[in-house]
Each structure stands twice: as structure tokens, then as C-alpha cells.
T-cell receptor
Framework: GDSVTQMEGPVTLSEEAFLTINCTYTATGYPSLFWYVQYPGEGLQLLLKATKADDKGSNKGFEATYRKETTSFHLEKGSVQVSDSAVYFCALSDLRAGGTSYGKLTFGQGTILTVHP | KAGVTQTPRYLIKTRGQQVTLSCSPISGHRSVSWYQQTPGQGLQFLFEYFSETQRNKGNFPGRFSGRQFSNSRSEMNVSTLELGDSALYLC????????????FGPGTRLTVT
């Protein structure tokens, strides 16, 4: 079945440092890929998405490129802020898998990011 | 536009009891998905409802059930609660079940003692 693997965390950075969170996936079809962010005490918010190979998703300074050849979707940000401290989840959905994919996101285990001033 | 709302936000129940959680989707959204979030298992898909029909189901025992009403509001029920059911239960809504359009609620924190 489909699966998502994220780099082990937590990740601790100083403000303005460069961020990379690795994400690789296994899917039988042609998945769409996402990064979600969860702030303390809140639900998940969609950060960015990419629906086909070589697409680059971007939002709020974060970027990720859908690499089919390496089955990866790594999250990057050039200069993190304290307000970026949160849990980041990589996820996939394979809508072309038919009924078993309806409304279903498959998530990685999450990476806790802490940014210090 | 109001977001996804979930009630209650916090619940404490005793092992063996049952519980019902509620989710109100964004207006106009017809699909509601439910997820369980735990520190050990992460985020796991429970089921999805669209137009009052369950279209998809994850690998959870039959104690976990749900339904959707004609106004798209959804409820999730867990019977015979076990300690391991303690989790954050998240619901997400979308127009038609296309996952990249899912919008999540804040969750219901269930504690089973």
C-alpha cells in the first residue's frame, strides 16, 4: 500500500537558518503530494501541494518539488522564523486509485520543528 | 466563510463507555473524512462520507462507526471504549472528496480512563 516516510525529528534551528525536511513516498499509482502544518492545539493546515511530477509547490516561503525519479518531496525554506515552529506532515493521495482513495490522505509520522530566536 | 467545526473539543470517558463526536463541514462541502492522531501511530484515516454514504474506510475495528446527515454534518461513534482509543480525532471536509482540497477542523481530544 501507499506510505510516506519523513526524516527523523525533532529539528531545532536558529532563526534565519535554512530548513530541509526530507520526505519520500511509496505509491502504486500517480499520487498528489502535500505538506501540512500543525500548530500547537490546532488542526492541520495545507501548506503546499504538487499534483504531478516536476511540479513545485510553494507558500509562505516554503517550497517542495515533486521528484518522481527519487520518489521524494522534500520541504525547504531559506530563512526560518520563530513563528514557523510547528509539526510538519508530508502526505499523499492517489485519487486515480479509485474508491480506496476517496477522502483519504496517507501521512508521514510528522517532524517537529523548533526555531529559536 | 466559517471553517470546519468539531464538538466537543475535549472529552473524558471511562473504558467500556461509548462516545459520539460531531463535525460540521464548511458550507457547501459534501465530503467529510475522519482521522485519528496518536503519538505512536500518527495520523490514520478512519473513513470518508459523501452525500450520506460511506465511500471509503480505513483499517479500524467495527467499534468505530460514523454517519453523515443530509446537511453534510457528520458524527463519529466509538463503542466499548478502550484505553488505546485516547487520541485527537480530526475531521476534514472537502467539496467532493478530492483530498488536496481537504480543510481540517481543530479536533476533539478524547481521553479514555
Amino acid at each position: 500500500g501507499d506510505s510516506v516516510t519523513q526524516m527523523e525529528g525533532p529539528v531545532t534551528l536558529s532563526e534565519e537558518a535554512f530548513l530541509t525536511i526530507n520526505c519520500t513516498y511509496t505509491a502504486t499509482g500517480y499520487p498528489s503530494l502535500f505538506w501540512y502544518v500543525q500548530y500547537p492545539g490546532e488542526g492541520l493546515q495545507l501548506l503546499l501541494k504538487a499534483t504531478k511530477a516536476d511540479d513545485k509547490g510553494s507558500n509562505k516561503g516554503f517550497e517542495a518539488t515533486y521528484r518522481k525519479e527519487t520518489t521524494s518531496f522534500h520541504l525547504e525554506k531559506g530563512s526560518v522564523q520563530v513563528s514557523d515552529s510547528a509539526v510538519y506532515f508530508c502526505a499523499l493521495s492517489d485519487l486515480r486509485a479509485g474508491g480506496t482513495s476517496y477522502g483519504k490522505l496517507t501521512f508521514g509520522q510528522g517532524t517537529i520543528l523548533t526555531v529559536h530566536p | 466563510k466559517a471553517g470546519v467545526t468539531q464538538t466537543p473539543r475535549y472529552l473524558i470517558k471511562t473504558r467500556g463507555q461509548q462516545v459520539t463526536l460531531s463535525c460540521s463541514p464548511i458550507s457547501g462541502h459534501r465530503s467529510v473524512s475522519w482521522y485519528q492522531q496518536t503519538p505512536g501511530q500518527g495520523l490514520q484515516f478512519l473513513f470518508e462520507y459523501f452525500s450520506e454514504t460511506q465511500r471509503n474506510k480505513g483499517n479500524f475495528p467495527g467499534r468505530f462507526s460514523g454517519r453523515q446527515f443530509s446537511n453534510s454534518r457528520s458524527e463519529m461513534n466509538v463503542s466499548t471504549l478502550e484505553l488505546g482509543d485516547s487520541a485527537l480525532y480530526l475531521c476534514a471536509s472537502s467539496l467532493d472528496g478530492r483530498a488536496y482540497e481537504q480543510y481540517f477542523g481543530p479536533g476533539t481530544r478524547l481521553t479514555v480512563t
